[in-house]
């Protein structure tokens, strides 16, 4: 069966559906995921002084959460993969915005640690999730557009997102920004439950297994990281 019937055009062509909502909605969950994941590191002198720590100490927070989704972000898409998209990304967002509360009003650093990683557990699924589904629902010949779209969010976490909770940080407190946060994600998994397409599971005919393109993803991944771990490096 052809999945082209399903697929949304981008704004400006006619079709069943309006593209411009759901890639704006898409892009507002990547852009608040990648700033509660960045967050911490805007935050270094308050969140020590508060929790009693070291400034490196608080920089386990963002070590964390990048290890956490490098250790289960493959296995949870495969224990999911027989689930429906839209409802599965909603849910990433309400894991990450319960577990952001978790960190904004914990009293030690191993408490917020265990929001942190509770977070990027969802946050490592969310975005498995987020680019195959976008391919689910866009055209081929206009999917390129749609990505540049939907991961400008990264983009706008580090060049507006991190720089304004900062600043408002030093206003009303790094907790009342976590909390904040949170709250918007809760909206943003809502507008997105009400507006995105149902997409079933994407569990392919043969089980998943292994297949020829595998070594190219793993190598493209590799190169990818390698860049990340740069890029952070310098960031931090």
Do not use: K
């Not at 956490?68 to 224990?79: D, E, K, Q, S």
């Not at 081929?140 to 706008?156: K, S, Y």
């Amino acid at each position: 069966m052809s999945t082209r019937s399903t697929s949304l055009p981008l704004p400006g062509t006619a079709g069943p559906h309006r593209a411009w909502p759901i890639l704006a909605v898409l892009t507002a969950a990547t852009l608040l995921t990648v700033t509660v994941e960045m967050l911490p590191s805007g935050l270094l002198p308050v969140m020590s002084a508060d929790l009693g720590v070291s400034e490196s100490a608080i920089g386990l927070l963002v070590s964390a959460w990048a290890l956490t989704i490098a250790i289960v972000g493959i296995p949870l898409v495969r224990l999911t993969i027989r689930l429906p998209r839209t409802p599965l990304l909603a849910a990433c967002l309400i894991v990450i915005a319960a577990a952001n509360l978790l960190t904004a009003t914990a009293s030690s650093l191993p408490l917020a640690l265990t929001g942190r990683i509770l977070a990027a557990t969802a946050h490592g699924l969310f975005w498995a999730l987020v680019v195959s589904y976008v391919a689910s629902v866009i055209t081929a010949e206009r999917l390129g557009r749609a990505l540049a779209i939907v991961l400008a969010g990264p983009t706008l976490a580090g060049l507006a997102g991190l720089p304004i909770a900062a600043a408002l940080a030093d206003v009303v407190g790094w907790r009342a920004i976590f909390i904040g946060l949170s709250v918007v994600l809760v909206m943003t998994a809502g507008v997105l439950w009400l507006i995105l397409p149902q997409v079933p599971s994407t569990m392919p005919a043969g089980g998943g297994g292994w297949d020829r393109s595998a070594s190219r993803v793993i190598a493209v991944a590799i190169a990818g990281g390698l860049v990340l771990v740069g890029h952070f490096a310098v960031f931090t």
